[in-house]
């Protein structure tokens, strides 16, 4: 189900003027809106927001360009922000820059949103009770600049402690996948080196590599807490900007331009509930029923009762596909 947003989330959370001149951009099959803070300093941190066709650009492969650059004597940064709402689904950024070889004081986001007070006027919800009850935001971000690691996934609702896990990964390539899959209960984060959208295990995730219990952990989180948005007017975000309270004067701290390039953006719905699909893969298969066999007669039967046995028909279609199972399970 797509959800046509009125505002981007510059106009959501900051509220800028009719003014400041719009531009959208055409990329990765939809239309995105390119902020633009009309010189002034806007948040996250103090940041000047560019829609410049010097800042973000679609290059002639379709890849999306955000530079971080100096105009004078301004830093300013960038972001799109989508036009349109989508829903419960999965999430994909395919990156092509080595964002571990970024000055540390810069951050790529890719992340949906929408601002607490929104969420409060279309739920029960009250921001600043201190209650989760206005979750509004699931983050990607990559920088050097919050401790040690340079991979973070975080939910947040502005009245309770964000629940969030980070990596620290040295890439040895410019190509990073970065997903999250979200749902009413649960938020799934993984990242992977390469280009893989799309495909269910890739081959090389990101792992931890700082010293401790947690070195060679997969880069993944799972959370099924109370900070999960619901699925309201959010929309998907990319943003590159600089940290601090002087960022728009200060620049990075190598002093040099940024530049991120994003190869593709990907939205997948959820799977639609079919019965029998236990493995959740959208399919009725001989996978599923290998799920049932191999936990055939296990728990209590209904009312205390001994488990039903199949009429001769019955038994011998289980038998067959238990034929297929293991013929199958042979041929891998």
Not at 87 to 116: H, K, M, R
Not at 161 to 169: A, E, G, L
């Amino acid at each position: 189900m797509l959800k046509f947003a009125v505002l981007s989330a510059g106009v959501l959370a900051i509220g800028l003027s009719a003014a400041v001149e719009a531009r959208t951009i055409e990329w990765s099959g939809y239309t995105w809106s390119v902020r633009n803070s009309g010189g002034a300093q806007q948040g996250p941190n103090a940041n000047v927001w560019s829609n410049s066709t010097d800042s973000v650009w679609v290059d002639e492969e379709g890849d999306l360009h955000l530079k971080i650059r100096k105009v004078g004597n301004t830093w300013v940064a960038a972001e799109i922000d989508l036009t349109e709402s989508l829903s419960y689904g999965t999430y994909e950024w395919e990156l092509s820059t080595q964002y571990d070889q970024l000055a540390d004081n810069v951050v790529i986001g890719l992340f949906t949103y929408q601002s607490p007070q929104s969420v409060a006027n279309q739920t029960s919800g009250s921001v600043g009770n201190g209650v989760a009850d206005t979750p509004h935001e699931i983050d990607i971000e990559m920088t050097g600049d919050w401790g040690s690691g340079n991979l973070f996934y975080t939910t947040h609702d502005p009245d309770v402690t964000s629940p969030s896990k980070n990596f620290y990964q040295a890439l040895g390539g410019d190509y990073t996948t970065h997903r999250f899959t979200w749902a009413p209960d649960y938020i799934q984060w993984n990242s992977y080196n390469g280009h893989v959208t799309g495909v269910a295990n890739p081959e090389y995730p990101i792992v931890e590599q700082r010293p401790g219990s947690s070195y060679g952990q997969v880069a993944e989180f799972y959370y099924d807490g109370p900070v999960i948005p619901q699925d309201l007017n959010e929309i998907p975000i990319i943003n590159f900007w600089i940290t601090g309270n002087n960022a728009s004067t200060a620049g990075p701290f190598d002093g040099q331009e940024q530049e991120l390039i994003i190869h593709s953006f990907t939205y997948t719905p959820l799977p639609e509930d079919i019965p029998g699909d236990i493995n959740g893969d959208g399919f009725v298969g001989l996978d599923d029923l290998d799920i049932i066999l191999n936990h055939w007669n296990e728990g209590t039967p209904p009312s205390g009762g001994s488990p039903s046995i199949p009429e001769p028909a019955s038994a011998m279609l289980l038998g067959a596909s238990a034929w297929f199972v293991i013929s199958h399970r042979s041929k891998r």
